[in-house]
């Protein structure tokens, strides 16, 4: 049987963690925290006991639509925490009725106007990495997973006008591994990359992990080819435009509220080849931010501008745990990047940074990729490596949450987050910890994301999870933030964060769009806003 | 009395030609023509036979509303060849019955709410220079234009952030007036700078005279304030977001059919010291925009990156009239752009274009502006210089049309533009002229801006007009561009062009927005979309 995802792991099977991984891992967290962790078995998928599906499809949709365990369960919730601890324990109260893969535009139109006519929920699914609760289905009589993953091609590449059409299912690493034979890539690389897809990039305004100037997946859309249950929304392909609102930017970020992707046009770039990286020690985390905020304000528009505070350059870039690092990387097709990585080292050095000259590495074309080395490397490969799972369900709460703010506002902003956060850990978890670093950097202000964790009770970690979220969510949008940056809002960040930033006409104009779009309310009911 | 814009020619009324100026033009274009050409004289304004107000604002009202002839005639119309034609002509079939001019939120509340009570039409209007009927009045019973110029005032400037909340009835100079003494500017300078105003630019997205990377007004919106019929919608001030679809992308475009723009915050910059500049001649078009095709893909990122064809670059560059001009400039506020000219010019060179090495201006932040020698000077000279109407009403046909076309259909889009227009031309006009620059440049296409010319006869321009108008609009659109990429589209682009170009199902969405914030249809009828 080929390697397929884990039903409860981030990954693949194969990559799932083992019981010994797992006992030690136990061992370890009985340590830290002196309280006594058991690992239970990873779990067989054989012994889950899913609600028979409620509804059959026809015969002509048949041979696309599944309904096994292993379908219905890999299809019930996202990779989130609170998605992977519950489908370890075999917890699937609500799997979809009905898994489709449909694998021609035929096909998606025959299953969504199956969903349309018998009205039941229809959940567009990329890969699943919705960690906001995005792409569970919702509590509705009937219910039917649209997964895309089948739409896997790149269909054309114009190498005149760098774009390419590509289907909207299409994972990360395929769809570069397609454009590279050109010369291309999309450049789009979100921690999610291996486990997501375009059309979910696109739906969420997935950000990736350039942090300056075109990052955002909003920024490299030409044109989208979208189906409603009211029929094909498909924009022209266009470089830019002026015509009247862009109908690209409703279906950007409706996760799957308004119509299914099926394919977009796509810029697309050359592959950079002249690299420079630089990582840059600041004595104090607010001195570090604001040499940031001067770098990209300088507009030198760097492919890399991170900061890890003193706990998250300790833990992820060995550094000694009272320093901030600033992370600075340039990258180009074209020319080298020594000048522009020399102007930013200088700015970041005047606002108190420091770094030796002979730790600024500099390739000018060789195509060996720099930032592999020292602190900046070992951040790297920390920021690729995602646990699969090996602590899941032993106590421990860890999530994180981001957003962003307007550089006035910051550090303030950072200090009240803090001490809401400190205030809230102290009393859900043990040894409650909280870190932040900017995943991007705008001109006119930062995005700040977090990381916490904490010991809680085994068996009780989603109930006391959600007390910490709950608290992340209010205290972010109270103090101007936004409620999500780029990992979408979900049903997790609408109550308390969404639905509080949002203008209440802005709200009711989508609920407008989607009863044009979709008059029986029957895709991702309760993502974004109610019906 | 104070200077004020005149009824009829473009600018202010102390900048209207006299009719001195105007029979030495009737002299030049009979000669040029062969045709006999007279100068009607200067209109009075006193001869213009209004229809009467068809309504009276109440009292409450009264201190801000005008039904006064000159207040009536100025606000019939925009800044286009058939506007000024018409105004010329003393030809006002449908003035606005009331102008307000608004002075305070409150204010715009009561004009807008008595507005949608009484069913009349309201028409947001900024400065007035739409160039596609886009702020005249609706055939409708009533019409009142909610004139937003006193809303012109810089009300806070966050240095941090480099942003600033500002009033969208401000004119461009007065804006960047008021942005000057902290060493700011918005830096957004269309052709229409001296006479449009932020809230147009946003409701239009506006393309600055910068040529790549962030140029649109859509880039340095940060949030909106806009009054609907519906009530206030206000987004959060975010440097960045992927809470759900932007709801500002919903604003900007929106041509004032789903309310008023009050203010915005807006991102601003450090005014630039350093600055670059080269002109490079090429001997063939189509070389030309290759080479351009080149520079933007190399992601320099330019202030400008244009490129005159040789009939403009003729007329307004100086040029023999057989190679076409490229236009390169870089700026910045923090570093030489020695390097990026150098760069570019070596694509330019490498693509068949000729320049000295000193022709090529290199200013390191004496803050003397470079450009303004040369041709490339000349060029400048002629983009800023707009003729006020020495030849309104002479029987010249003139204007404009704009679009964006991804690289891959470059060059067949030109030679099918060039086609059909010479066509048409031909069979309105004589001695018909095209030529075309491009505005804009993305890594994936260019926007080429057509500028032509004819003689018809007098008395008959606007339908003349018109009939090379619909040739453009069509073969705009049917050969794969945009109706428009920043004129807006107003009532002028939409039968033949963007209601053939954009999605059906948007048009149903932003109908359904409309009806959810303007229940009763009042804002600006017959723009954008059919009610």
Sequence with gaps: MADRMSFWAWGLESEEPTDADRNAMANQLSERYGVEVTAKPIPDLADAELRPPRITPPDNLAEFCFTDTYERARHAGGAHFTDRTRAFNLDFPNPPDVVSHPRT???????????????????PFGAGSSVVWGVAPPDTPTSVTIAMDRFDQVLEIDETSRAARIQAGVYGPALEAQLKPSGHTLRHFPQSFRFSTLGGWIATRSGGHYATNHT??????????????NGWWESRRLPGSGAGPSPDRMVIGSEGILGIISEAWMRIQARPTFRATAGVVFDSWYAGTDAVRQIVQAKLWPANLRILDPAEAGRAAGLEGDQALVIIAFESAELSQAAA???????????????????????????????????VGEWRRSFIGVDPGTATSMGVLADTFETSITWDRWPDFDATVREEMGRVLAEVCSKGELSCRFTHVYPDGPAPYYTWSGMGRQGSEISMWQEVKDAANEVVVRAGGTSTHHHAVGRMHRPNAYDVQRPDLFADSIRAVKRTLDPNGILNPGVLIDP
Tied chains: 1, 2.
């Design 341 to 375: 990585i020399a102007a930013a080292v200088e700015i970041a050095r005047g606002a108190g940074g420091h770094i030796d000259d002979d730790n600024i590495v500099i390739d000018d074309g060789t195509g060996s990729p720099t930032g592999h080395e020292g602190a």
């Design 105 to 123: 535009e035929g096909e998606l139109e025959a299953i969504l106007d199956w969903c349309h006519e018998g009205g039941h929920a229809a959940v």
């Design 216 to 229: 955002h997946i909003d920024d490299f859309v030409e044109s989208i080819r979208m189906l409603t249950p």
